[in-house]
């Protein structure tokens, strides 16, 4: 697991007037994933890139526990972060096995067995089932199953860092979900530090521990999903994350606002017995329960503690969302 550190990083293509990354500084914890968004030139992909040393910065360092990649050299560097495009390249005459195996070999040190093995063991992680798919060729894939191929060759010398730039971009919205899931499910076994470009804010709140938002090669501003959400740094922000997305605030945001926000005061022998629901429940997950069960509150609990926290009624989310609202009209209103 690894650290990777932006300082100060900056871009200027030659032959341009304003940088293309313009001394941009954050940190992407070890084991998280960050999401790069912003309008298309912000610079997300320079950003990136800048990583595995595709492209050069201008200024400013970039660590990688605490090492900076510009005293590295840039093959051995590459060998260690994996990168996953939306074009995959695979090899067109090599099986799918040989393709994942000749990434693999780099990593080098491994028997002819174990590199098998390996390779079959990456097929299983990514959703491809060896003994179906091992000895096809590109062409009998689909475009999903590439993109599989694509993510098990970038995992193959097992690398702490992946750089992902679109790599869902292309597909179908069914087989982008679908990816989508295999990359969280595969993310909590293996725990790399996943840098990751979208263009699509839904895979952005749906993958991302934190996003970073990008404006004309400026970052305006970093956090996790929900506080983009509550507290969009400006109207731009709000704007992309779809902060008065009512759907996405009721997806994204968590209950407990709405219980600190005290409907009024209750006891259980007010409703008698009510159904309960985790204080790490989302808005929407108690609005689709009261509506569900038909119940007049659901009692929140915590999952740790198993103490009951407070009651959620449909009058209280009700508020909770009017609450919202009435912030960020205040908060866009003064930063505009
Ligand atoms: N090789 C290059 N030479 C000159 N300018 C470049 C070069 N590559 C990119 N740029 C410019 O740098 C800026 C950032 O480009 P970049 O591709 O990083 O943006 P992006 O946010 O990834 O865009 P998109 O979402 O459209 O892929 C853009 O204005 C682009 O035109």
């Known amino acids: 697991m690894t650290t990777i550190v932006f300082n100060q990083i900056t871009k200027r293509y030659p032959g341009t007037d304003t940088p293309a990354v313009d001394a941009v500084t954050f940190e992407v914890p070890e084991g998280s994933t960050c999401m790069l ?4 030139g912000s610079g997300k992909t320079t950003l990136l890139r800048m990583v595995n040393r595709l492209i050069e910065p201008s200024s400013g360092e970039i660590l990688i ?14 060998r260690r972060i994996g990168y996953v495009i939306q074009q995959v390249g695979l090899f067109p005459h090599l099986t799918i096995a040989e393709n994942v195996r000749v990434t693999a070999e780099i990593a080098g040190g491994w028997s002819k067995q174990r590199l098998k093995q390996r ?9 491809l089932p060896p003994d179906e798919y091992r000895k096809r060729f590109p062409r009998q894939l689909s475009g999903g199953q590439q993109q599989r191929v694509g993510l098990a060759r970038a995992l193959a010398t097992d690398p702490a860092i992946l750089l992902m730039d679109e790599p869902f971009g292309a597909l179908d919205a069914i087989t982008r979900a679908r990816m989508q899931e295999e990359l969280l499910r595969i993310q909590k076994d293996v725990h790399k530090t996943i840098l990751f470009v979208s263009h699509d804010m839904e895979e952005a709140f749906k993958l991302g521990d934190q996003i ?4 004309q090669g400026k970052l305006v501003q970093l956090g996790t999903p929900v506080e983009l959400l509550a507290q969009p740094a400006n109207g731009f922000v709000g704007q992309l994350v779809g902060a008065d997305n009512i759907l996405r605030q009721l997806q994204y945001l968590p209950i407990s606002h709405a219980l600190a ?11 008698g017995d009510v159904p309960e629901l985790s204080t790490e429940a989302t808005l929407l997950d108690a609005l689709l329960q009261l509506l569900a069960t038909n119940a007049p509150a659901l009692s929140a609990k915590d999952p740790q503690t198993k103490q009951h926290t407070g009651y959620i009624t449909l009058d209280s ?4 969302i009017s609450h919202i609202r009435q912030e960020q009209n205040s908060t866009v209103e003064s930063r505009i």
Do not use: M, Y
């Open 212 to 215: 970073a938002v990008l404006s």
């Open 317 to 320: 989310l009700n508020r909770e």
């Open 37 to 40: 968004v912003g309008t298309s």
């Open 65 to 78: 526990d605490g090492k900076n990649v510009l005293q590295e050299d840039p093959i051995q560097l590459r």
């Open 261 to 271: 926000n005290k409907p009024e005061a209750v006891s259980s022998a007010h409703w």
């Open 119 to 127: 390779v079959d063991e990456l097929l299983e992680l990514v959703g």
